[in-house]
Structures are given as structure tokens and as C-alpha cells.
């Protein structure tokens, strides 16, 4: 998410279920155009930028068919003529094959996923430049942009301890072959899946639908946000989990 620091340190629970309410009409708005909700992404799930952003926990927004791009582990281009403001993270998605029991912990939760992926998403900076706090970017459905989806990671490769492997993984992020930032698996809530397992307990307490068989998540940046230009060309290295990297030149 945005870097700018928020106008207000601190959002209350009503002003949060507000602006989850707006967001669901959002989506239902754009539903109704012909697009259709096939998962969601987690934000804020770096605790340790938690102080810059002035928020306290994770939100998230919803991902469509037309957000989500495929675009495996091949050299591939984006076009940014859609975005305001775009900035890149570094993620990990996983995709259900099951639908997940409430209070489940990380272990049963990778028992109902049937495969990950690297992923980078996209998020906006709002038009009017005004700062991004916890209900704008909760209202707007999470500032999600796009997500270019990389490929395609059977669970049974990431080892016996797979909930690790995902905790464990490093990522480094260049831009035109510098390195711009590093991070892991456990800057997302100490592990991607429970970044998942806060979504599972946020959409209940806000009486959202809950997550299930066939959706995909996509759980928190790796590193911090960094802005992106046409003409830029990104590539991750990823080092402890078989996951393919990506290589994406923005347009």
C-alpha cells in the first residue's frame, strides 16, 4: 500500500465496518457491469510498517476475473495507462480447493489449497493526493489494481513442512537489474497463511461472505510498495521455495 503517512493515526471499528460496507457496493456496482469476484487480496500485512501507515491490522478488498492476470514464469508486459499512482509488491497467492473451516490454524488451512504462486500486485495511489487512510483504502476495495499471477505451484512441492517453507521464503525485487528491496514470507503476519487465517476471522465479524472452494487470495507484500514507471522492467529472485519468479517490463 501507499507510503504516505495516513492524515489520522487510527481508525475506529464502526468507521471500518463504514467503509467495508462502501466497498461492498463498490463491488457489487462493478459486478453488475459484468465482472465477476474471484478472490481477495490482503493489505497491510507488514506490522513493521504498521507505524508509518497508522493502521493496527490487515484489510482487504476484492480481486475480479478481469483484475487478475496470468502471466506465469516467461518474460511478460503490462500496461499502467489504467493505473493512478501504481506501485509494485511482491506476494504470495494460493488458491482454495476447499473451503476452509473457521478457527482452522496454518496447517489445516494448506490442507483446503491446492497450489501457490509469486504474484506482483498492482495497487493505486488515490487521484485527489489526499493521504491513504485505513477507510479510504478500505472503502476503495484495497487499492487493488491488478495482480499478474505467476505460475502455478502444486502444495506438494514446497516439502514436508510446507508452512514453513512459505515463512521461510526470500524474495529480492530489482528494477532494470538493482536491487531495490528484500523481504520474506514472515514480513506477511509472520507467515502468508496467517495473513489468510485474518481474512477467514475479519470477513465473519464484518458479515462478508467467507472464503471458500475455488477463490483466490493473495496474502500481503513481501517488501514495502515501490512506485512504478512505464518503461520499467521488474524481476524477483526468489530463494527457499520452488516458486518461479517473475519478469514483467511495464508499458
Not at 509494485?88 to 504462486?117: K, M, N, Q, Y
Not at 461472505?209 to 524481476?235: E, F, N
Amino acid at each position: 500500500m501507499s507510503t504516505a503517512r495516513p492524515a489520522s493515526a487510527s481508525a475506529t471499528p464502526a468507521e471500518l465496518s463504514a467503509a467495508y460496507r462502501l466497498a461492498a457496493a463498490r463491488e457489487a456496482e462493478r459486478v453488475s457491469r459484468g465482472a465477476r469476484v474471484i478472490g481477495r487480496k490482503i493489505g497491510y500485512t507488514n506490522a513493521r510498517m504498521w507505524s508509518t501507515q497508522g493502521v493496527s491490522a490487515p484489510m482487504w478488498g476484492a480481486m475480479f476475473d478481469d483484475s487478475v492476470i496470468e502471466v506465469g514464469s516467461a518474460p511478460a508486459r503490462h500496461g499502467l495507462a489504467a493505473y493512478h499512482g501504481p506501485r509494485i509488491e511482491p506476494e504470495i497467492a494460493v488458491h482454495f480447493s476447499a473451503t476452509p473451516v473457521p478457527g482452522s490454524d496454518a496447517r489445516a488451512l494448506l490442507e483446503c489449497i491446492d497450489w501457490v504462486a509469486h504474484a506482483y500486485e498492482i495497487v493505486l495511489s488515490p487521484a485527489d493526493g489526499q493521504p491513504v487512510t485505513a477507510p479510504r483504502a478500505i472503502a476503495s476495495g484495497g487499492m487493488h489494481g491488478a495482480l499478474l499471477l505467476g505460475e502455478r505451484c502444486p502444495v506438494s512441492a514446497l516439502g514436508d513442512d510446507p508452512v514453513s517453507t512459505l515463512a521461510d521464503l526470500q524474495a529480492e525485487l530489482y528494477c532494470d537489474g538493482v536491487l531495490i528491496d528484500n523481504g520474506s514470507g514472515s514480513n506477511v503476519l509472520g507467515n502468508p497463511l496467517h495473513a489468510v487465517l485474518h481474512l477467514m476471522e475479519g470477513v465473519q465479524r464484518e458479515g462478508q461472505t467467507p472464503v471458500r472452494a475455488g477463490d483466490l487470495i493473495t496474502t500481503g507484500s513481501m517488501t514495502s510498495p515501490h512506485p512504478i514507471a512505464p518503461g520499467q522492467r521488474w524481476t524477483t529472485r526468489l530463494h527457499g521455495a520452488p516458486l518461479a519468479p517473475l519478469d514483467v517490463t511495464f508499458e
